[in-house]
């Protein structure tokens, strides 16, 4: 049984993703994309890749539909649910970062949607926050030690792609600047640090302290985390924690080899990398930023919340090269 | 029903490829991967980004199938067709240059594998010669312009990723030496200027002169090509018989606003965009050097010599940005 | 004896980059650099490679110099020098498109500023027009050939880096778009069509057309341009011909190898490559488009108009990786 | 007086960086270009940046000089001064690690070449440690805090461009690869760490800790770290102590603006820029890898110790874009 879906700031880069993916979804059927600034466009129009994927118009009318995606700026999704009535039993997934911290919007209760943690949860959600990109690659690199009750302090450099900042044009977007240049922005006050403590913090005894330095990469797609901090067992043992952890978890792998950030691009997956000197260890992790750092995780919690296939449109070709 | 497939020259690009994309085929199932270098090594451990994809082992054995892909470095098909006697029924697609200008080999007659000239040849082929990377985005270039028998000369420039030089190191592939770079190679002798001319000239009355300046660029993915040419007729008429030369193609589409490379990246597409200034013409082009340029193109054969979807495998997802 | 300068329009591309050149030229001092947008602002602030270079703050006022140079955007070189009154034995480069094709403007005669080829009346000049950057790539690799009288169709694609589209935040200069991306623009309608074939015609008999397809590069520095047209000549009577008419130019140099465009990225130098097969030549050239192509060209104008070594300020070091 | 300088493994990276900043350095005379590999060649045939600029051929044989740059592989420094007897009077500066820990080797004593703490021994030395390129980076970036010898966890993140991993090819440095790629290699283990704690420890009473994470960025030149560390005094006294440290320093600047790494390249300076948060600090450094990190370093080294002014022959212009 096809479900529908509408998609609310379609125009983005994460709305946008989220065609992609859906276009090809066996299980639902776009019904309406809309955007504020853009009605009456084709989306192929804005997103030339979407020629012959995507035929639909952008539309500034709400339809009915199974499905909701909201993929507004940051704090709009607020304003969009006090503004229009959504049926209670139409699933809500918020690509924003409204409700990851304060998770109750008047008769919702948003699950927060990191499906390696919340699966449980996730099945029987009609309200869903996903994650944010950092604060997916980062809490996938460090959950499995919440375990071991003695996280502390962890030392953290990300680093992201372009589509990361968005569509707008920034002087720090801007080709001729970016090119061949590395900065770093939100230094130890990125907004994903609460985030990410929010969870490790339900798991871990001691308070945590998250030293967070994100680094603008020249790159368009991707995140690449490389988290420092104390740990007494062995990298053996680490490893084994790590397995056990993500043994379900259909798009995170724990490798042995190093990692690289491009195995993963343009795909749901999460890979893991976890090595260790003295007593020190290092957990490096890659994932796509707009994949499974935003509508390829919003996907994955749809399949979950339907009870479908948690693969299902996700099983995407990596760009590899 | 199934059919099962061996990949012969897996561990290369185009073999790696088209593992990326059978291994979500829905009518394919992958039976063995040969290496002669990498026997014995697991796939993934080479691409990486094959780690929960593709968990087979690169052999040096050849086993029965009932679909096999070739691809071997240029001229290398011929030789493992004289060494491995391969039974009749079984369908080979060689993505190497061997069977294209020549097409007869022992009992094999080789189809040239450009669908949107030879669907029906390949349709119940057993042979397909799988066409060049530049050759198939400057034949879909130029192809709709031969109904008028008036070619004559044609000035191309193209420009590739570094994916087209392959896998090995090379001065031109050195990260150092290519990042920013723009250069020029096999200027004017390029080895598919024969292999356009051959399909251009059994539609063309007057011989052709094409004039092909390829460019290494630097990028790793995707082709670009512009082609500047007399043509008497107004715009408007040379969109109608493009739009009509590509009306049943599936993966060809004329853009009446300018295209981007990017715009196909990723996808099996070919996107076509014609510009007109006086009596001269110009046909830009692009595809994805890797999938309508070889293993994609590869597949889409594959699925037309089935009878399957022409589509089926290839709903691939843009890199987009 | 030093001479002063003054840089109107300091805070663009152009501007800064001559701030950068001039800076450590030890026969000028730069007396004010204007900007009618950032006046009050250090131009360090802007651009923060130029700190411990040049601590100047940009102003809205017009001090009195030996030397000025225009860097306004095209068409506003005329606005200002009709709205302020600069005396007649200021030399004044301007380096926008304003008098390269009317060359007259009140009282000042325009030279055009192309060393190779106007070396003599530049010595003298008081006003000077600083060529365009893929004109000066294409020129420099057309001209020899006007010694032949025989120049008629030339077929050229060109590809520029992204500052050739200046400092402002455009769609096709956001790093997502950009970035592993190309793309055709003003085919075969470029504006410095106009400026070339002026040139060009007053060295050939017959009339020539130039079929220019410029293109969009996913770099940030240098032009690179291939040249097609006839020529019966063997390659190495061509290869002496350049040879001869570039003796006395500091800055091209014609090479039997082939040339890539990093070779010459942040220098004033222009490589030249000449291949031939059959009765066609394709001709290569590379510069830095801001450099031989804007302002390290406009300093070598000021370095003849001076009478000073024309390499003065000009010794860069290539990037060279 | 001109100096007469040989360069011992011309042929690599930091070899013809050196020639590239000599040949137009006013107090020195390049006398050869010893390389074993290419002994013949000329220069500008492995380097075609260098056409016009040095006209040098490659030798096998040593001549007597005045000042001799080695830039071999690391380890054979010693080799060659085995092989080789160089006599006591020759300024030697190794830009290898030989003699950064092991400084003695038979009759000379080589002092560290960092020029913002050694800067009274180098003016006396006639042998020079050049110091590593991530080791320049991150030393500058920490050295002023040694000054409250309160250092004792230090936690860093560095990133370098391509020309770090050396000419060779390599699977690493394969653009295909490394196009849009980030990974980390060395993770805690880089050699550069016990260079850098050598110098630290001399000037702090604790010992240091140094938790370093090299990472293999998408750009050919540059390094970009962030180092995090506890710290209580406030973020203007931090920033004192930094300006008063490097008030002397010709090439080190503080910014009291974010940083970029590009804002560096192509020159031999080192940016830094420090934020707080609560009791942590993070120091951002950037420097051209090839320039402070290595051959712009090594002739600032030389021009002290000659008693030349420090930037003799590097004022070099900035990339910028």
Redesign the interface.
């Known amino acids: 049984m096809i479900k529908t879906v509408g998609i609310i700031g379609a125009n983005g ?1 994460t709305g ?2 989220l065609i ?2 859906l ?2 979804h066996p299980n639902v059927e776009l019904q309406f994309l809309y955007s504020r600034s853009n009605s009456g466009v084709k989306i192929s ?1 804005i ?7 995507c035929d639909m118009t952008l539309t500034n009318k709400i339809e009915e539909v199974d499905i909701l995606f909201l993929c507004l700026p940051h704090q709009e999704s607020k304003n969009f649910l006090a503004e229009n009535s959504i049926k209670e039993n139409v699933l809500i997934i918020d690509l924003g970062n409204d409700f990851r911290l304060e998770n109750i919007f008047e008769n919702r209760n948003f699950v927060y949607g990191l499906p390696e943690i919340n699966k449980n949860e996730i099945k029987t959600a009609k309200s869903i926050a996903n994650p944010g990109c950092f604060a997916t690659a980062i809490q996938l690199a460090i959950l499995p030690l919440t375990k071991l009750n003695l996280l502390e302090d962890i ?1 953290t ?1 990300g ?1 992201t ?3 990361g900042a968005g ?1 707008s ?3 720090t ?13 939100k ?3 990125h907004q994903h640090v609460d985030e990410i403590l929010k969870t490790l913090n339900q798991f871990n005894e001691k308070e945590i302290n998250l ?1 967070f ?1 994100p ?1 603008r ?6 995140i ?1 985390t ?1 988290s ?1 901090l104390k740990c007494d067992l062995k990298l053996e043992e680490i490893q084994k924690i790590y397995q056990d952890f993500y043994k379900d978890a259909a798009f995170v ?1 724990i ?1 042995e ?11 749901n ?1 999460c ?1 893991i990398h976890i ?1 260790k ?2 007593e ?1 260890i ?1 957990i ?1 992790s ?1 994932i796509d930023n ?1 994949l499974k750092g935003a509508s390829g995780q919003a996907v994955q919690n749809m399949n979950i919340a339907e009870n479908w296939d948690e693969n299902l449109g996700l ?7």
């Open positions: 880069y946008s993703e992609r993916i276009s090809f129009e997103y030339p890749d979407l020629v012959s994927v030392y450099t680093i792609g372009s589509t569509q044009l920034q002087a977007t801007h080709f001729t600047w970016r090119n061949d240049n590395i900065s770093a922005y230094t130890l006050t030293h330095v680094w990469g020249d790159f368009v797609r991707g690449f490389s420092t792998s490798s080899k190093p990692i690289d950030m491009k195995q993963v691009v343009n795909t997956k890979a090595e000197n003295k020190m290092v490096h890659a707009l099983n995407l070709k990596a760009i590899a090269f």
